[in-house]
């Protein structure tokens, strides 16, 4: 039985991060923006109090997944540009000008969420050989847990209306449907909420069994 731990995301974690968001996600504009600038936020994610990140790390030391979250996106995009603005937007540059559109889009997305829970789930990603056996469920259950421990009652998070895969994740950890929005290129997308529950400390690290 292979082993692969959940547990709390490190600075040194940014990159595997950046890099499976790459490789795995499609959704929206940032994976456009490249690895160093997606390590640059989740560097950011992990040094914010109010966000968090979690890591599914094989037997080996590779990390197969991650989940980040933040109690307002809002205010984790202004922390980023103040204390990352120039650096990120330099290694970004040429990305941010060919989608500048894109990038206003989803800076304002939080503010036209109306009635929605600030908190949000950013992303969550598992890799190929690892997807289907219960990691994404993990990692989900671990950013809510950590929420409500801060004292968040709601979550929410955004998924590609298309995307059956993850439909599936949010709505088998608890989540349903809220509203369905437009945010790049008309490309719908589905928001999802669900309440978040404190139920005494969370563990900083579980095993998930692999190959159920
Ligand atoms: C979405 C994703 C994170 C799911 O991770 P995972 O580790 O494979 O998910 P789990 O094994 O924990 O499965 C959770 C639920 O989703 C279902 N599921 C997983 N992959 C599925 C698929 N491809 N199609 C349909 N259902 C699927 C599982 O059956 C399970 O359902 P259950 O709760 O009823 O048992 C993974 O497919 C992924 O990284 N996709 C690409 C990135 C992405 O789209 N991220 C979400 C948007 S940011």
Known sequence: MTGITVRRA?????????????????????????????????????????????????????????????ADLGSLYRRFAV???????????????????????????PQHADGLPPAEILAVA???????????RA?????VRDLARSGVTGVKVTAGSHNGAARALYEGCGFHEATRVHVHDGVESSVYVRDCVARGPAPLLHSVELGR
């Not at 600075?11 to 490249?34: C, N, Q, W």
């Not at 600038?37 to 790390?57: D, K, P, Q, S, W």
């Not at 598992?126 to 994404?136: D, I, L, N, S, T």
């Not at 990692?139 to 950013?143: G, P, S, T, Y």
């Open 10 to 70: 490190l600075a040194r974690d940014a990159r595997s991060m950046a890099e499976l968001h790459a490789r795995r996600i499609d959704e929206g504009f940032l994976p456009t923006l490249g690895t160093a600038f997606l390590a640059r936020l989740y560097g950011r994610v992990v040094r914010t109090r109010t966000a968090a990140a979690f890591v599914a790390v094989d037997a080996e030391g590779t990390t197969v997944g991650f989940a980040a979250a933040c």
């Open 126 to 136: 598992v890799g190929e050989r690892a997807a289907g056996r219960g990691v994404g």
């Open 139 to 143: 990692l989900v259950d671990a950013c």
């Open 83 to 109: 204390r990352d603005g120039a650096i990120a937007a330099l290694q970004a540059a040429p990305r941010i000008a060919r989608s500048w559109r894109r990038v206003l889009e989803t800076m304002r997305y």
